[in-house]
C-alpha cells in the first residue's frame, strides 16, 4: 500500500520537528540537511492501523516541507487510520514552530 504524503507550506525547523517526533514515538533512522527518516515501532498482525510499525520522511525545502507516512508491513485495505495520523503529525509538527 502507498504512503500518504501532505504538503506543510512553511518552514520547519528540523530540531524542533525531531524532538516533536520522538517525543510521538518515532526514532530517527536517518538525517541530513534535506531529509530526515524515522521510524515507528509496532505489531505487524493487528486488526488497528495505529499499532502497525510506520516509516515516516520530512523532506524539507526553503517554504516548505512534504511529509510521507507509510506502514512498515503488508497492508491489505486502507482503513483512514494512516491519513488520520499524518494529520495528526502535520498539526503538531506547525503548533511547535
Known amino acids: ?3 500518504k504524503t501532505k504538503i506543510i507550506s ?3 525547523d528540523i530540531e524542533k520537528s525531531i ?3 520522538t517525543e510521538y514515538g518515532f526514532q530517527i533512522t536517518e538525517k541530513d540537511k534535506e531529509i530526515i527518516k524515522l521510524k515507528k515501532s ?3 498482525i493487528t486488526i ?3 499499532d502497525m510499525p510506520k516509516n515516516l520522511s520530512i523532506k524539507y525545502n526553503k517554504k516548505s516541507a512534504e511529509v510521507t507516512l507509510e506502514y512498515d508491513a503488508f ?3 486502507d482503513t483512514g ?3 488520520e495520523e499524518l494529520q495528526k503529525i502535520c498539526n503538531g509538527l506547525t503548533e511547535e514552530q
Open 48 to 50: 488497528s492501523g495505529e
Open 81 to 83: 487510520d494512516l491519513q
Open 19 to 21: 524532538s516533536f517526533l
Open 10 to 12: 512553511q518552514t520547519l
Open 1 to 3: 500500500m502507498k504512503g
Open 42 to 44: 509496532g505489531t505487524i
Open 75 to 77: 497492508v491489505l485495505f
